[in-house]
């Protein structure tokens, strides 16, 4: 299990960490995400065959792009 938190800068209300759970959560492999709109950062959990390469393209794709 790998567990990451990242800040999201996109994020403005609950209804963003909502898009954010329910596309992460249809990645193969991502089993839980946890995320709070005060803070903008979002908590992932992850097994293969998710890769943590894979979570930062979908969130891109999404336009809720990491923070680096
Ligand atoms: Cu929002």
């Not at 979002?42 to 890769?51: F, K, M």
């Not at 943590?52 to 979908?58: H, S």
Request: hydrophobic residues 35%; glycine residues 8%.
């Amino acid at each position: 299990m790998e567990t990451k938190s990242l800040s999201i800068p996109n994020i403005s209300c609950g209804h963003c960490v909502g898009a954010i759970q329910r596309e992460l959560g249809e990645l193969e492999g991502v089993s839980k995400v946890d995320g709070d709109p005060a803070t903008k950062q979002i908590t992932i959990e992850w097994d293969a065959p998710a890769t943590f390469e894979k979570i930062k393209a979908t969130l891109q794709e999404i336009n809720y792009p990491a923070a680096e």
